[in-house]
């Protein structure tokens, strides 16, 4: 589902505009396709179980990110953090890579091109309605490039566990999710005592499920959920589900409705 959306949103929001931010929405869920693809390939043929969870913590993040951006019913909100986000990579691009280069002595030919867009970026960022509300508050959000504030009447920053909270993860999964994949991601010595084998390897799969669904369901919840529908099912992706002999279609069936349901539980 997410190959067939991902190949659809790209080809029909491939216009590259500030204003719009369905472009910027396809390229982080060509990421994260991407990014599934890889933790797939790692399960089934290297079993490295510290990569393999580095990139499910990869994933979490890049989901938890977009969910907590665009899953928003407030447009304005979204096209507010969604200015703050864009600036923030930026601002980081020209920090971390082209003045890092130039120190070098490379030559950079885009340095200019990006100090437009965060130009651009920022006139659309103080050209917008919140200026009204509290001007203090949100230049001083622009500022420190806050695209994680909880609201404009608590500006603070959130933390990402904070943000697995907000977009639906339970404390006990939230926890789990950041404290046991930080000893993998950071090289805690929880990852050097490792025992790896074909039932930890399902139960790594088993974890990824809920990312998935929270994936998918955000992608739902942001761009027209009928057109997607329809577009899937005469998709190649649809049309290889229905010739794979190895496809139990009853648990399919089961799978579909508890999307539609929104049942967690019975999907994983």
Known sequence: MMDSFSEYLFQKYSEVT???PNHFKTIIIQKVVRMFHTFNSLVKESQDEVSIRCVLRGLLDNVIVYSFIYEREDEEDVLFRHYLYALDGFESYKKHVIVLLEKGNNTITNDSVCDEIIY???RK???HPYMNLNKKVIENIINNNNWKYE???????LSYLDMYIHVGFEGKLAN???CYSSQFSHGLCISNHLCVDNEMMKMVLFESIPIED???RAILNTFPKNELTIHFLSSKQHTELLNDPNIDYDEIIEFVNAIVKGDRELII
């Open 18 to 20: 500030l204003d719009n």
């Open 120 to 122: 651009q970026i920022e």
């Open 125 to 127: 960022l103080y050209s």
């Open 151 to 157: 609201s404009i009447k608590h500006p603070k920053s």
């Open 176 to 178: 789990y999710y950041q």
């Open 214 to 216: 929270r994936m998918v």
